[in-house]
Nanobody, 122 residues
């Protein structure tokens, strides 16, 4: 059974930092793309960043480029999202997801975690 478990969310002031983790289990993820998405109240899932397990590349939404960094530790089957210079508009539930296609389309990701809340106060 595939499981993705996020952690690391919390309440932080604007300009602060958080590090989100996504621990994957249940099968081999060596061919998977891992993505981070976020969902603010009343809005759809928004793509944030993605990384391939093979390390062939990363990709970021324009809104987070230069502030967020996605990385992975294959030995731990874990993907991270470092959030720096946080803004109130970054407030959302952050989800990690896995799939086989390098895309920003959330519909193309097969497995999702339960989400972790990030709240940025002004």
């Amino acid at each position: 059974q595939v499981q993705l478990v996020e952690s690391g969310g919390g309440l932080v002031q604007a300009g602060g930092s958080l590090r989100l983790s996504c621990a994957a289990s249940g099968r081999t993820f060596s061919n998977d793309v891992m993505g981070w998405f976020r969902q603010a109240p009343g809005k759809d899932h928004e793509f944030v960043a993605r990384i391939t397990w093979s390390g062939s590349g990363t990709y970021y939404a324009d809104s987070v480029k230069g502030r967020f960094t996605i990385s992975r530790d294959n030995a731990k089957n874990t993907v991270y999202l470092q959030l720096n210079s946080l803004k109130p508009e970054d407030t959302a539930v952050y989800y990690c997801a896995s799939g086989l296609v390098a895309t920003t389309n959330p519909g193309r990701y097969d497995y999702w975690g339960q989400g972790t809340q990030v709240t940025v106060s002004s």
